[in-house]
Every structure is written in C-alpha cells, then in structure tokens.
C-alpha cells in the first residue's frame, strides 16, 4: 500500500507527459480509472493487437482443436483492428506514433509460450488471453469514456464490445 501512494506522489511530481506514460505503464491508471493518454492509447492498443496476433498465430500450431478455432477468430478480429488503427493514424485524424514490436513484457510472455505443447501450451495461451483481453477491455473503456481524440475515442467505443465479447470466450476455453 505504501509502494502504490509513493509511486502516485512520484506521478504527481514528474511532467504530465511523463506522469501519465509511468500511470499507465505501472497501472495506476488503471486502477484509479483514468483515462491513457492518446500516445499510451496508441501503444497499449497496438502492442495489444501485435501480442493477439503472434500469440494465436502461435496457436494455430500447437493448440487444441478449442485452441485452434479461438486462435483462428482472434487472428481475424485483430488484423481487422490493428488495420482500422493505422487508417486512423495514417490519415492524420490521430496524431501518433504505431510501435513497431513487441515492448519487452509481450516479448518474454510470447517466448514462454513457445516453450510450451500440449495442455500446458493450452492453459497458458488461455490465461495469457484472458489477462490480454481484461487489459485491453480496461484501456479501451477509459479510452471511450475520457480520451482526448474524438475520432479515436469512438473507435475505442467501437471496438469495446468486441473485445469484451473475446474475454468471455476465453475464459471459455478449455483450461
């Protein structure tokens, strides 16, 4: 308790710029409900899609039969939206930049699951797409209800049922 009121005080004293990048890396943002900045948004909602996508390619090899057609939707619904988000920013009614990888916590997480076959592949992926998906229906809820850019912020809204409708496949899949 007393690490997350330092590290709040800390946020507070830095820039904003800098203040809500850390809020929303460390998950503070998160847990006080406040809305990421557009640049946080941009990145956390790629990044997203980018880990969906290699992670369910990844799927498609090594799960089961359940893993594979989960696998086969996420591939579609998240090439569908990593593309609606570079038209947005690609035509300038968002302002940002896209990332170009993987940050380093996706990174290891996709590498533990190539480690893994079988049952332990399968309820890894499952958990990692459940935790995934609650992430992302949080961002994107904050997003919707409070970001800054309003052709973004509708997207966000947009796409929120999708994503919600993700998590509760996956907590579907057989664990």
């Known amino acids: 308790m007393k690490t997350t009121h330092l590290l709040v005080a800390l946020l507070l004293a830095s820039s904003p710029a800098a203040a809500q ?39 498609t090899q090594r799960g089961s039969a359940a893993t594979k057609a989960f696998a086969a939707d996420m591939i579609t619904a998240h090439r569908k939206t990593s593309e609606q988000l570079k038209a947005l920013v690609g035509t300038g009614k968002v302002e940002g930049t896209l990332p170009i990888a993987l940050d380093e916590e996706h990174q290891d997480e996709l590498a533990d699951l190539e480690k893994l076959n079988g ?28 970001g800054e850019n309003a052709a973004l912020k509708q997207w966000a809204g947009t796409v929120l049922p999708e994503l919600k409708h993700h998590l509760e496949m996956a907590k579907k899949l057989p664990d």
Request: glycine share 4%.
């Open 21 to 59: 990048s850390a809020a929303e890396q460390t998950g503070v943002n998160a847990t006080l409900g406040i809305s990421p900045s557009t640049a946080d948004f941009i990145t956390k909602a790629a990044i997203s899609d980018m880990f969906e996508l290699d992670s369910s390619e990844l799927a």
């Open 119 to 146: 049952r332990e592949f399968d309820k890894e992926y499952r958990e990692d797409q459940i935790d995934a998906h609650e992430a992302a229906v949080s961002l994107f809820e904050r997003y919707a209800k409070g």
